[in-house]
């Protein structure tokens, strides 16, 4: 089993739909959470970190569920800038392990 | 400009020739790391580096070496490449660690013949 896991999609929404992501980790001592986006093989870069409390900016809002060790993210309204893969990445004794990513894709 | 350099950015090389990739970022940043993305797999942790010459191994170190001389500088040694390492490179850099925002690379893509 990999240690983080994510649906690959792809997703594929129309302009102004709203679709949420689901990730699961295994290790239960992990300690951050993060969502990172990815286009077309450039570097991540960050998206949101995640909180137990959950978080939202703009569009975007994350959730961790700690008991489960599941997070989501959902975008509402979505744009068509907003295709991309997104990673879902889990940190823990100085590493992080990232998920293998959501792909997004956005039509008019 | 904030930024994470690495080069070069392409290389094709042939097995068993040495190459270092280098890294430099210019955020007095303490932690850095290299990762390897391959399709389906995600970014694999390959080293990491907690400051200077403090490294240690990630998930996939096997045929890699890392030193961490300067703060700025981590560059990645493959000693003798062999093809299953033809890969993405992306090198990253954050300020306390695992738990901060990773500034990575533009990424390195590396083909061992």
């Known amino acids: 089993r990999k240690e983080v896991e994510q649906d690959p999609g792809p997703f594929n929404v129309p302009e102004g739909a709203t679709v949420a992501f ?45 008991a489960s060790q599941y997070i989501s993210l959902l975008i509402r309204d979505s744009k068509l800038s907003d295709s991309a893969t997104y990673l879902c990445v889990v940190g823990s004794s100085y590493k992080l392990i990232f998920g293998s990513g959501t792909r997004l894709l956005v039509r008019p | 400009e904030a930024q994470v350099t690495q080069n070069p950015r392409y290389l094709i090389t042939v097995t068993g020739k040495k190459l270092t990739v280098t890294c430099s970022q210019n955020m007095n940043h303490e932690y850095m790391s290299w990762y390897r993305q391959d399709p389906g797999l995600g970014l694999r942790q390959i080293y990491y580096s907690m400051n200077v010459e403090v490294t240690d191994k990630g998930d996939v170190p096997e045929g890699y070496k890392v030193s961490r001389k300067e703060k700025r500088n981590f560059p990645l040694i493959l000693e003798s490449p062999s093809p299953n390492q033809t890969s993405l490179y992306f090198c990253a850099s954050s300020f306390g660690g695992y738990q901060e925002t990773q500034y990575f690379g533009p990424g390195t893509r590396l083909l061992v013949l």
């Open chain 1, 22 to 66: 689901n990730c699961t980790y295994s290790n239960s001592a992990s300690q951050s959470f993060f969502w990172y986006r990815q286009d077309c093989r450039k570097e991540p870069k960050l998206l949101m970190s995640v909180y137990s409390s959950g978080n939202e900016d703009g569009r975007f809002t994350a959730q961790l569920n700690r």
